[in-house]
Structures are given as structure tokens and as C-alpha cells.
């Protein structure tokens, strides 16, 4: 059964009392936005044409627009997400209650809602703004009351103890989803919420819920609500205070929701009775109708006649009072704690991943110990020492591939989750990568050990001591992080996954070419033969071979025959070396990719 929302107007109120120190949601200050002269280029095409505004504080405006007028982008400049660059032209002025602000600034006083909704599907809503709070305040009290009072507020009591869930997982609805993601971004008490199309993909019932919250944010907690929106229903009209209408990225009307009505008939337009205003007003502006784009110009003479000196206006009396900023209170350390305890719940929570990736690990060993089956028992021959290579060689091989890969496409996701969480400052770069070590190096070592101990007893690798097994084990594990580290790091390189996914095994086919298996290693072309020195599966392969082949007699010698030149320990060291690099390099790619994203 649906529920009923009855919407009640309550009377705006601008000049709402001073915050409060309570533990409650309601403590803002209001804050005005206001921009200035704004004009952005793409390529030397204009998408903004020079155009000013205010969004006021404990309103609501709705940015609105036909396909392509600009709206998204507007929203964009708004929260410093857009910046110049060689192709990109931005100029113009952002201020918050009269101060400039920037992307760092911003971020201390507002919150931007994507309109993916990017959540980790294995927590519930209720775990999700428990996160967020236990990383913004160090008080147990404020925590508590600031998830409390944002299930309430965000009407998700019913479903906070339910997954969130996603593509592998069932869970909560699509309007709970949004409702959850801005529940996320209440839970540290921005005084400015900013969000991107809030309503796409909702039915027409859930758009009013999700905006009826947000017109209640800016009604009982003055705050400044600005969102952009497609094709709002009339009842879901009723709820903006403000609307700016973009027509070709410049302002078509800017205003109270109560005027555009009669603004635009007082040249001509007037909407029809019984009509959704803002279908009229889209079917006046897009851009498809020839006729419209010869209206334009009206438009822009009417608004400039009419609405600009009042916009002026408005922007001279903006709130001047200091910008109340949400300042993160938890320390390093608790935020590495915070962050690996919901990745050890996420990797224990996600069975399908857990179990898919044992089953893996089990059918690898298997496969491997079942083709290269009893090869190590028989020693003396060339032939011999070429199939036990072989086993030794291909181990390498798919830990490399198997672990650069699976790390790519499970980082692929939660970057995105890392980007947004670090944009609405919950905790910063290093004690985010800090954590993912602390969480993905145990588990890294789980899948090769499962699937050595299954195929070392069935290839019959050297066992004539314990200390030779183990070493064998440590380089396997040595092996697997550090194509771990490999993914990481071109997961956190590329900005596009779809990239990084093609381009690898193009960086990695020469690496395996390279690794000595194929061909002596020191008969290379010293001009391409230093190749072999960044190949992970050389060391690998060298230092399994040592560690395999000492006591054992063959035809020929597997040193001479693969011009092995490094040495078992050197080669372990140097994986680890690797390991460090590898690691440290993602974490600089991390951190640009951060930068490169504002
Ligand atoms: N990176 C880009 N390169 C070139 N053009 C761009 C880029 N980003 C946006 N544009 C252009 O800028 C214009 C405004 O885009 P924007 O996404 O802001 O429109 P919008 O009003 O939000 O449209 P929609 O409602 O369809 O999302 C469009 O014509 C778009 O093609």
C-alpha cells in the first residue's frame, strides 16, 4: 500500500532565528549563493553565456531547462566541480553569502548529490548514515542523534535496517535509494544542498515525496536547496520557491515560482488554463521549434527589461553573515579503523563475490594441479624440467592476469564510492588507501594459498623440506599482490575503467613475452631486453625455479637454460620493492585522479 503525503505550505521564512548548538539537524545559519558574469566555454562554444544569479538561502530553486540549455552544467559551476583547463574557459564569480569560495571551501558548507546514486549496496541505509556520522563528529551523542533524526527526516524508518543493495543484491527501492543518498550527504549538516536531476527515474509519486523532503529542508531547517529537474509534474511545481529557466545557456526567467506565470504573459505567453506550467514553458523554449529559436531573443530583451534589475537587486542584499562550515572532527587514525571495518563487512556480506571468488581459487588450484598433473615426481629429462617449468611458469602467469584483472574490475566500483565519500569530506585520500591496504592485503594472500596448496601436492612440486613449500608459498603470495598493486594502480591511472581494462593486457602481453620463460633471458636485444626488469613474472618465475630445482639433476641446467642472473631472495625482494612501488605510484594516481575530477 502507498503511503499519503500530505503537503502542507508552510509560510517561507528567510529571516529564520540564529543555529542553535543542539544535537538536532536544525542549526544552520542561511546562505545565499550568488554567481556572477558567469560564462563557460567548451572548445570556444559558449555553454554559458554570461549570466548571474542567486539562489537564497531556506529556498528552493529549480534549475530548469530544455534538453541541452545548460543545466547540469550551471549546477556544476555552482559546486566547483567544473574548472578551467586547455579546452575549458570558465570566468566569472562565486560567492557564498558575499565571500568567494572554491571547490575546498565549498565542500565545507555544502553537500553535492550525483544523480547515481553511488552507495555501497552491502550496508543498510541505517549502517550508511551511521558511517557518515561516526566520520564527520567525534561526540556518540551527536552521532546517534544525527542518524536518528535524518531516518526521520528523510523518511527511511521503515527500510533503515533493509540492504541497500544493487546489481548482485536485491534491496530498497529507487526513491529510498535518492533518499538515502541525500540522507548521506544531511547527515554532516550542510547548509547548501545542491543535486543533479533528483528526480530521474522515479515515478511521478516518489518525485513528489523526494522533493516535498527537500522543500521541508529548506522550510524548517533553512537551508539552500538547489536542484536541477526535467519535467516536474504541476504538483511537484508548487513546490519550488525559485525557478531559473535556461533556454541556450543564457536566463529565459529568474524569480519566484508565483511570477513566471504572469511574466511571460505579459509578452504574449500566456499559459493555457488547465495546463502544466512548466510543459508549457518547456514547449516555448526547446530548441527543436523554429519558431521558439526566434522567440529567444524576446525572451532574453524581457527578462533583461523586467527581471535583471531585481536579480541585481537581490544579489546587492544578499546574507553577508560567515558561512557556517561543517569541519570533520575525527582523526586519522579512527577513519582508517572506520573505513576497513566496512570493507571487512562489505567483502564478508557480499557472499556471491566471497563464495565466487573461494570456488575460483579451489577450480585454479585444481586446473592447474590437473593438467600439470605428478610433473615435479620425475626429474633427470629435458623434457621433464620443460613441463615442471611449464606448471611453474603458468602459476605465474594467471596469479598476474587473475589478480590485475579481478582488482581493476572491483576497483571500477568502489572508486566511485571513494570519490564521492572523500568530495563530501567524510575522510581524506591517505586514510582511505591506508584502509583499502590494511583489507585487500590479507585477502590477497587467501586465493593463492588456496590454490597452491591444492596444486602443489597434485603437481608434485619439491616437498623433500617444509622450509622449501613455504618459500614456495611466500613467492606465490609475493606474485599475486603485486599484480594486485598493478590494478590498483592502473585502476586509479586511467578515469575510464573501459580504458584501463583494454589497455593493460596490452602492457602486460609484452611483460609475460619478457619473462624468461619463452626465451633465455640473456639473449635478449639489450635494447628491448630491459623489459624483463619490470615483468613481476620474471622474479617470480626465477625465484620459484631456484627454490624448485635445488637438489635435482636435469640434462641440462635450468639456470643455464633460462639465464636465470638474480638469485631467489634478491628476486623476492625485488616483488616486494615492486609491491611498495606499485602501491605507491595507485596512491599518487588516486590523489590526481581526486584533483582531476573537481
Ligand atoms: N564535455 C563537453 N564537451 C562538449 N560539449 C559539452 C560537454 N559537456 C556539456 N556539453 C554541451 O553543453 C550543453 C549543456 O549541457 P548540459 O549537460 O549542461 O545540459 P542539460 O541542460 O543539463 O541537458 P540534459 O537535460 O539533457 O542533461 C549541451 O549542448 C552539451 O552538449
Known amino acids: 500500500m502507498t503511503e499519503t503525503v500530505k503537503f502542507e505550505m ?20 542561511v546562505v545565499d549563493l550568488v554567481f556572477q558574469n558567469i560564462t563557460y566555454e567548451i572548445n570556444k562554444r559558449i555553454i554559458l553565456n554570461n549570466i548571474s544569479g542567486i539562489c537564497p538561502g531556506g529556498h528552493v530553486t529549480a534549475i530548469m531547462g530544455s534538453s541541452g540549455a545548460g543545466k547540469t552544467t550551471l549546477l556544476n559551476v555552482l559546486a566547483c566541480r567544473i574548472s578551467n583547463s586547455k579546452t575549458n574557459k570558465l570566468t566569472g564569480k562565486l560567492l557564498a553569502n558575499s565571500c568567494p569560495y572554491d571547490y575546498e571551501k565549498f565542500s565545507q558548507f555544502a553537500s553535492y548529490v550525483m544523480q547515481n546514486d553511488v552507495l555501497m549496496e552491502t550496508m543498510t541505509p541505517k549502517e550508511a548514515l551511521q558511517f557518515a556520522a561516526n566520520l564527520k563528529y567525534s561526540d556518540a551523542e551527536i552521532k546517534q ?38 540522507g548521506y550527504e544531511l547527515v554532516s549538516n550542510p547548509s547548501c544542498i545542491l543535486l543533479d536531476e533528483p528526480t530521474s527515474g522515479l515515478d511521478s509519486f516518489t518525485a513528489f515525496q523526494i522533493i516535498h523532503q527537500l522543500r521541508k529542508l529548506s522550510d524548517e531547517q533553512d537551508r539552500t536547496i538547489i536542484f536541477t529537474i526535467h ?23 529568474q524569480g519566484s515560482r508565483d511570477n513566471i506565470i504572469n511574466h511571460f504573459s505579459s509578452f504574449g505567453f500566456k499559459c493555457p488554463d488547465h495546463s502544466n506550467p512548466m510543459d508549457y514553458f518547456l514547449s516555448i523554449t526547446h530548441a527543436e521549434d523554429k519558431q521558439n529559436i526566434e522567440n529567444y531573443s524576446l525572451y532574453f530583451q524581457e527578462y533583461e527589461q523586467k527581471l535583471q534589475k531585481q536579480i541585481d537587486s537581490e544579489i546587492q542584499n544578499c546574507c553577508n553573515s560567515d558561512v557556517p562550515l561543517k569541519i570533520n572532527e575525527t582523526s586519522f587514525t579512527y577513519q582508517i579503523g572506520e573505513i576497513s571495518s566496512r570493507g571487512v563487512k562489505d567483502i564478508m556480506r557480499d557472499h556471491m563475490q566471497f563464495k565466487a571468488k573461494v570456488i575460483q581459487a579451489i577450480f585454479l588450484g585444481l586446473l592447474k594441479g590437473g593438467v600439470f598433473w605428478g610433473a615435479g615426481r620425475n626429474n633427470g629429462k629435458l623434457e ?8 611453474l611458469f603458468f602459476i605465474c602467469v594467471d596469479f598476474t592476469m587473475n589478480a590485475i584483472m579481478s582488482c581493476i574490475l572491483s576497483f571500477s566500483v568502489e572508486r566511485e564510492v571513494f570519490l564521492r565519500e572523500e568530495n563530501s569530506k567524510l575522510y581524506t585520500t591517505k586514510s582511505y588507501f591506508l584502509a583499502k591496504q590494511l583489507i585487500e592485503i590479507p585477502f590477497c594472500v587467501i586465493s593463492p594459498l588456496i590454490q597452491q596448496i591444492i596444486a602443489y601436492w597434485m603437481i608434485g612440486l619439491n616437498y623433500d623440506s617444509g622450509e622449501i613449500v613455504l618459500i614456495h608459498l611466500l ?30 593486457p596490452a602492457i602486460v602481453t609484452p611483460l609475460i613475452i619478457f619473462s624468461g620463460f619463452y626465451s633465455n633471458q640473456k639473449s ?15 622474479y ?32 623476492a625482494l625485488i616483488l616486494f620493492g615492486y609491491i611498495v612501488v606499485y602501491r605507491f605510484l595507485a596512491f599518487l594516481f588516486l590523489y590526481g585522479l581526486k584533483q582531476k575530477l573537481q
Open 231 to 253: 519535467q516536474p509534474s504541476s504538483d511537484i511545481f508548487l513546490l519550488f520557491d525559485r525557478i531559473m529557466l535556461l533556454v541556450q545557456g543564457r536566463l529565459a526567467y
Open 145 to 182: 542523534s544525527r542518524v536518528i533524526d535524518t531516518l526521520k527526516c528523510m523518511r527511511l524508518e521503515r527500510c533503515q535496517n533493509t540492504f541497500i543493495g544493487g546489481i548482485n543484491m536485491k534491496g530498497i527501492s529507487g526513491g529510498e535509494r535518492k533518499r538515502t543518498s541525500i
Open 540 to 571: 617470480g618465475f626465477e625465484a620459484m625455479s631456484y627454490n624448485e630445482y635445488q637438489d635435482k639433476q636435469y640434462d641440462i641446467d635450468p639456470e643455464e637454460l633460462y639465464g636465470f642472473n638474480i638469485g631467489l631472495w634478491w628476486c
Open 524 to 538: 635478449f636485444y639489450p635494447w628491448i631486453g630491459w623489459l624483463q626488469y619490470l615483468s613481476p613474472m620474471k
Open 384 to 391: 621433464q624440467l620443460l613441463s615442471i617449468s611449464g606448471a
Open 10 to 29: 508552510t509560510p517561507l521564512n528567510t529571516n529564520k532565528p540564529e543555529p542553535s548548538t543542539s544535537k538536532t539537524l536544525r542549526s544552520r545559519k
Open 475 to 504: 613467492i606465490s603470495v609475493l606474485v599475486f599482490v603485486c599484480s594486485n598493486s598493478m590494478g590498483l594502480m592502473a585502476g586509479a591511472a586511467f578515469k575510464d575503467i573501459q580504458m584501463a581494462l583494454n589497455i593493460v
